[in-house]
């Protein structure tokens, strides 16, 4: 079963901003679960929250394997989920929490999952989408241009987002930004609120 050095160090900050609003005894979808350590972790610490995991299917092994390991009653899945591919399982989500993806994902597929929030998540449902962003179309650090060298080297359309791009699109789908919180190793956490349905 494999672990992630990045949930390592990440999980505890991610937790205590998690703390100021999975508040309810509502459902989290988590995109790309990955080990399936976040969702476990943040399960144990928030007992009011039940965590739905998903991942593409080749990841899915790993998540099986530690929700079986930790024999959680508030963790639930992994069910298939690819962007652009698959929706959305059918429950009603009051969150949706997702570490490191959208760098990884092209910005067509970024630009689907928006709207398939939009869609999904109902008046007043919460997202969160932790990892770095690039303000004003500029690196906060160097290690953050390095590692955004690195992604496009492996896959040109992948790469760090804009905050501003990702605002502007999820304003689109229907969101607010509620709050960007600043995180350690120049990581964010935006979190957008669904607002009323449009008419």
């Known amino acids: 079963m ?5 949930v390592a160090k990440n999980k505890d900050p991610i937790l205590e901003v998690l703390k100021l609003y999975v508040t309810k005894d509502e459902w989290v979808l988590e995109i790309g679960s990955g080990t399936g350590e976040h ?12 965590w739905y995991t998903s991942d593409v299917k080749e990841n899915h092994k790993d998540i099986v ?4 390991r930790e024999n959680l ?28 993806t959208l760098h990884i994902m092209s910005w067509k597929e970024c630009k689907t ?3 398939l929030l939009g869609k999904r998540l109902r008046e007043g449902g919460l997202t969160f989408f932790y990892g770095p962003f690039n303000y004003n179309n500029e690196y906060t650090s160097e290690g953050n241009e390095q590692f955004d060298a ?15 791009d990702v605002c502007v699109n999820m304003k ?3 969101f607010r930004l509620l709050k960007d919180h600043v995180m350690p190793a120049n990581n964010r ?9 449009f008419s």
């Open 172 to 174: 689109k789908a229907g």
């Open 65 to 68: 394997d530690r929700l079986a």
């Open 2 to 6: 494999k672990t992630s050095t990045s």
């Open 189 to 197: 956490i935006l979190v957008f609120e669904r607002l009323a349905h």
């Open 150 to 164: 690195i992604l496009k080297e492996q896959n040109p359309a992948c790469g760090i987002r804009d905050f501003e």
């Open 73 to 100: 009653k508030n963790v639930d899945g992994p069910v298939v989920l690819k962007i652009g591919v698959d929706d959305f399982p059918k429950k009603t989500f009051q969150y949706v929490f997702t570490a490191n």
């Open 39 to 50: 969702a476990t972790f943040f399960a144990k610490h928030l007992p009011q929250s039940f």
């Open 113 to 115: 999952l928006f709207k």
